[in-house]
């Protein structure tokens, strides 16, 4: 694939984090699960967007020495966020539990490969391999070796991107979901 077009060679080598920083969502496994390959890709950061419990994040990474690949942005508006997307190389969504997670839609419409768990709503639409790579939830060694493919691997970060832009404008566009919406009402009448 040509990784020009969804602009992997263009972005920044950076795994994001968006939401509130607290243990459902799984913040401290992403920080465990980068702090394991952090050396092996000294060129690599984690940003975490969100408010919540930064604090004991910003220690927990003092206490793997990584607190120089980790950058807290605490609470970003919508535009920031999506700034933030459109430069990213990876979004990753460590939840332990979720009714259906937008940010996943939104990293996937900007061409973020995703990395992210199965709860929810998301089992739905997920296929591993192919629109993200998935773990279970507190699977801190799978997360990190899914980390170390896709900051290894730019040709499968591209087959991400492009199948999670295709995902979002197809599934998710607003033609898509007014035509299905008009379908169910008529079917209840």
Same mark, same amino acid.
């Given at each position: ?44 950061? *984690? #940003? =975490? ?10 220690? %927990? ?5 990584? +607190? $120089? ?63 993200? *790579? #998935? =773990? ?10 899914? %980390? ?5 691997? +730019? $040709? ?34």
């Amino acid at each position: 694939p040509d990784s020009e077009i969804y602009g992997q060679a263009q972005r920044i080598k950076q795994i994001v984090f968006a939401g509130t920083i607290t243990a459902k969502k799984g913040y401290e496994d992403l920080i465990k699960a980068f702090a394991l390959i952090a050396t092996e890709f000294p060129d690599w950061k *984690l #940003v =975490f967007a969100g408010n919540g419990e930064i604090e004991k994040a910003e220690n %927990l990474c003092k206490g793997f020495n990584i +607190e $120089n690949q980790v950058i807290f942005k605490g609470w970003m508006n919508q535009e920031q966020l999506h700034d933030l997307l459109k430069e990213t190389s990876i979004f990753c969504l460590p939840s332990y539990t979720e009714g259906f997670p937008m940010v996943v839609i939104e990293a996937w419409s900007f061409g973020a490969s995703v990395i992210t768990t199965p709860v929810g709503g998301l089992p739905d639409i997920l296929v591993h391999g192919e629109n993200a *790579l #998935v =773990f279970q939830p507190g699977d801190i060694q799978s997360l990190s070796k899914q %980390l170390s493919i896709l900051i290894s691997d +730019e $040709n499968i970060r591209v087959k991400l991107s492009e199948n999670s832009v295709n995902i979002a404008r197809e599934l998710f566009s607003i033609e898509n979901i007014t035509a299905q919406l008009h379908k169910l009402y008529y079917s209840t009448l």
